[in-house]
């Protein structure tokens, strides 16, 4: 019913959000409602004014000018106002008019409006010929939607044919107005009826998740951007029909068809199966105010889920039955639910969701007038509300819009592949509604090229022919007198080490050692150390490294499961495994006095003589167990002469390299075996600490420095307190995700120094993937893994086996040389985790379990793993949480998390203590 306007008049609820933004931000132009068109011939331009200039004051159905009333959340209503801003340009004769018209169309549209004052729709015409103008419209959002667009041109429509023609306003007086429906609004919304939205809405999004986890092109910015672009979407004929056949089939709207596919795609990109899209509803549900002018879109946010594999058909139906009790729920306002909802906040994105889909039923992009043909010109606002705005049509033979996407976040192509993306599946869906939804291909032909192809194009020579230690033997050949091996002051040239090793390698051949099988060793850091692990691999055996530095407990699970027949061992290695643990097996004591092995030949053994090849095991390393139970991973000989013969002719010249870890740790195979390959040296430190070992090293010059990154952290800021230099030249960092701050604090350190990200699950040889980081680095999340290495593959896939979209997280799996034989005395582990490629025949890939994925440069970024047991990926999550879903397993007792936020306003993983419900 009409309510008096003697004072001052309630905002409706959208109104009152809009006009509270406003005040956040006063100059802001987001909320502005630019339109467009060409005038051809026949703009009727009578002396003393336009027509077209006369109807626009005329439209007396929009709410107009409004003030807020000294911010009471009321708004000042002016009820016979015709006061409109109209402004004319006059571009005949201009002579670079086109440029002078662009500018124009940009400065109306982010001109800002003033609430306080109004008006708050404006005009402005252009002319560029006799017979030719652009008429520019502009709305604040807070009097005019997209409903309303419509009407406002059907009604300068009806004005400009009656002024035209010299009559007087043809349009009737309305029953009510946009203040009335704003006052009934407060009114009708209360009570039980309100309890009842609310309540749905509650229940509707409890545990959503607060962000939907999209790949971005860039970092987001601290603040939201609105900056915006588009990409036009066009759903051609064959296609719209199918769509509306489909539709009728599973009775659903073409607008929920098109819900549910790019519901599908949103998954796809970001992983997640339980999203909120945000939906415009136009909020007209009474036929009284279907006529009228103003704000009354309310945004519904969409929960679509997409667990259990489903069908298309049942996801449609899933789509269907959300989408209509949105609808039934929809008169409680948007903010209102954001209270009800209390999603966590922040000014990086907006609340619930970061991506729409609108579907227009007005459209308001033509009208017709007398004489005169006017379309829209498309010269458009060039901002964006969410991350994401997929706007449809649908025009009758054909669906058409734009896919609209902040700037900051997208590229054009981005954004031109997930159109693509989007009309792949629309086109599955059509042709087999009974498939699995998650299973239908999405990519382009050209972009699963790129990803199963182009960037596993490695193959390269290697001698995949030869074990390891011929390698070490041809260089032997090169240079017997260089120097080999360096430790506490003493070196050894490569002949005096090889004849050690052959000596020992014949004894060891004395005493059964066959090709496959595995010899312990157990020994501290020294020379001695180098000679047993040449002499096992000469003797045709896998060496089996056991750190004396680990628990008692940790040496004998191993030697129980690997349950070697043979072991080397010195004082340090007897006193931590026990003379209890020796006893089951053949010990050779590195340290005697004399060597038995003395009086042996230093020729080398002949591997053809042992049946010997580069098919057989070369060692035998135990994982940490930080994912379960420790396993033994056997490498065969041609997967680490392909990782050192890659190394040696990547990381040239190896002049001289630390070896600093624990041989238990696959560095070693890079920091030892790669200068003895190479023709350099190895420089052994004594240092039980890590970082001691390679402080003590980094004040001389040094070649290579195999470091963790959260040793290289420690290392950079010990020798920046203590104002120490550092002249390694090469840092080969992996083992952990490498933060860029820890490549900024080398940065200045040592400017000069060469640093490389490599990525490698024990499972593939040291490493698999590589990045050289550059010396202008600037990003400000972890460092890129980068390439795959030489006769190496790696592909991102999703749960079915098949490559993700660029950008899309996946886990990652490793095919080529380098991949493991599979685990030791765990045949059922790795069938599951080593299994038949299916894109090269022959090949092997080993699932990692990691998450990563590829960016349109190529450069593999990896992201974490993939456990089952806590999914933090999509949404930000704090370490409380974290450690209490841990808890929440009924085999971990208690746990302590501890994660720290990133430049990017990321929560980083630092450290986590878990106790299990065993005590340990």
């Not at 006063?26 to 331009?45: F, H, Q, R």
């Not at 607060?210 to 790949?215: D, E, Q, T, W």
């Not at 819009?401 to 086109?427: H, K, S, V």
């Not at 390299?657 to 190895?682: E, I, K, M, W, Y």
Request: net charge negative; with cysteine.
């Amino acid at each position: 019913m009409p309510v008096g306007r003697d004072g001052a008049l309630p905002l409706s609820y959208a109104q009152q959000r809009l006009w509270f933004l406003s005040q956040l931000d006063e100059d802001s132009t987001n909320y502005n409602i630019p339109w467009a068109g060409d005038c051809a011939a026949g703009l009727i331009m009578p002396p003393g004014g336009a027509a077209l200039i006369s109807c626009l004051p005329a439209t007396r159905r929009c709410a107009r000018r409004s003030s807020p009333e000294r911010m009471t959340r009321r708004l000042r209503f002016y009820p016979g106002t015709r006061d409109c801003r109209w402004s004319k340009d006059d571009l005949r004769g201009e002579p670079d008019a086109e440029v002078v018209l662009a500018d124009l169309c940009r400065e109306e549209a982010r001109t800002p409006f003033d609430l306080a004052r109004g008006p708050l729709i404006r005009g402005r015409l252009i002319r560029l010929a006799d017979d030719d103008h652009v008429f520019l419209l502009t709305q604040h959002h807070i009097v005019s939607d997209g409903w309303s667009m419509g009407v406002l041109m059907r009604e300068l429509s009806s004005l400009y044919r009656a002024f035209a023609a010299g009559q007087d306003d043809p349009l009737p007086p309305l029953a009510i107005q946009y203040p009335d429906y704003a006052a009934w609004q407060r009114q009708w919304l209360s009570g039980e009826r309100l309890q009842a939205q609310a309540q749905y809405w509650r229940d509707s999004l409890s545990g959503a998740p607060a962000r939907l986890a999209l790949p971005t092109d860039r970092p987001r910015p601290e603040r939201q951007s609105f900056a915006g672009a588009s990409v036009p979407v066009v759903i051609d004929q064959d296609l719209t029909r199918g769509l509306k056949r489909l539709s009728r089939q599973h009775g659903t709207t073409l607008f929920m068809t098109v819900l549910a596919a790019w519901a599908a795609v949103l998954s796809r990109l970001s992983g997640q199966d339980d999203l909120v899209i945000g939906v415009p509803s136009a909020n007209r549900g009474r036929r009284e105010v279907e006529e009228l002018i103003g704000f009354f879109v309310n945004t519904l946010a969409v929960r679509i889920d997409l667990s259990g594999e489903p069908s298309v058909a049942e996801l449609l139906a899933r789509t269907r039955r959300t989408a209509l009790a949105a609808q039934e729920h929809q008169d409680l306002p948007f903010e209102q639910v954001v209270e009800i909802v209390q999603p966590p906040r922040a000014l990086d994105h907006t609340p619930l969701f970061q991506v729409g889909l609108a579907w227009q039923n007005e459209a308001a992009e033509t009208f017709d007038l007398p004489g005169l043909s006017v379309k829209a010109a498309g010269h458009g606002l060039d901002q964006v509300k969410f991350d994401l705005e997929l706007n449809l049509r649908d025009q009758g033979e054909v669906i058409a819009g734009t896919l609209g996407y902040a700037t900051a976040l997208f590229d054009r192509a981005t954004i031109e592949r997930q159109r693509g993306y989007l009309l792949a599946l629309l086109r599955a869906m059509v042709a087999d509604a009974a498939q699995p939804v998650g299973r239908i291909d999405i990519l382009s032909a050209a972009e699963r090229t790129y990803l199963l192809e182009e960037l596993n194009r490695t193959d390269a020579d290697y001698p995949s022919q030869l074990c390891v230690h011929e390698l070490f033997e041809a260089q032997v050949r090169r240079a017997p007198d260089a120097v080999a091996l360096v430790c506490e002051g003493q070196s050894i040239s490569y002949g005096t080490l090889n004849g050690r090793a052959n000596r020992l390698a014949h004894h060891l051949i004395g005493l059964g050692v066959k090709p496959d099988q595995p010899v312990a060793i157990c020994v501290e850091r020294s020379p001695a150390m180098v000679v047993g692990l040449l002499a096992i691999l000469k003797a045709g055996g896998a060496y089996l490294p056991l750190d004396p530095a680990y628990p008692s407990g940790r040496l004998r699970q191993v030697l129980d499961d690997a349950a070697p027949r043979l072991m080397l061992c010195d004082a340090a290695g007897r006193a931590a495994l026990g003379a209890e643990a020796i006893a089951d097996v053949t010990a050779v004591d590195l340290n005697a006095a004399i060597p038995v092995s003395a009086r042996l030949p230093a020729s080398e053994p002949d591997p053809h003589a042992l049946g010997l090849t580069s098919r057989h095991l070369a060692y035998v390393l135990y994982t940490s167990g930080s994912t379960g139970t420790p396993k033994g991973v056997m490498v065969e000989h041609r997967g680490m002469t392909n990782y050192l013969s890659w190394a040696r002719e990547t990381y040239v010249p190896i002049s001289s390299s630390v070896v600093s870890s624990s041989l238990a740790f696959d560095a070693t195979v890079n920091s030892l075996f790669a200068p003895l390959v190479s023709g350099g040296h190895a420089l052994l430190t004594k240092e039980r600490d890590e970082v001691e070992g390679i402080r003590s090293r980094a004040g001389t010059r040094c070649g290579l420095v195999n470091v963790t990154p959260t040793l290289l952290d420690v290392l950079g800021q010990q020798l920046q307190s203590a104002g120490e230099a550092s002249q390694v030249e090469l840092f080969v960092i992996g083992g952990e995700a490498l933060s860029s701050s820890t490549v900024e604090l080398w940065r200045q350190i040592q400017p000069a120094a060469r640093m490389v990200n490599e990525y490698g699950p024990t499972e593939a040889v040291v490493g698999c993937a590589f990045h050289d980081i550059p010396a202008d680095l600037s990003a400000l999340t972890n460092v890129p893994i980068g390439r795959p290495i030489s006769n190496t593959r790696l592909y991102v896939l999703d749960d079915h086996g098949q490559p993700v979209p660029f950008g899309a997280v996946g886990e990652l799996y490793i095919g080529g040389a380098g991949v493991a034989r599979g685990y030791l005395n765990r045949p059922e582990l790795t069938a599951e985790r080593f299994i038949a490629s299916a894109f090269v025949e022959g090949d092997r890939l080993y699932r990692t379990g990691d998450l990563a994925r590829y960016p349109p440069d190529g450069n593999l970024e990896f992201l974490g793993r993939n456990d089952d047991q806590v999914k933090i990926r999509g949404f930000r999550i704090e370490p409380g949480e974290i450690a209490a879903r841990l808890v929440e397993h009924d085999a971990v007792r208690d746990a302590v998390v501890v994660a720290r936020e990133d430049r990017a306003g990321q929560m980083r993983l630092v450290a986590y203590v878990v106790r299990a419900a065993s005590g340990r």
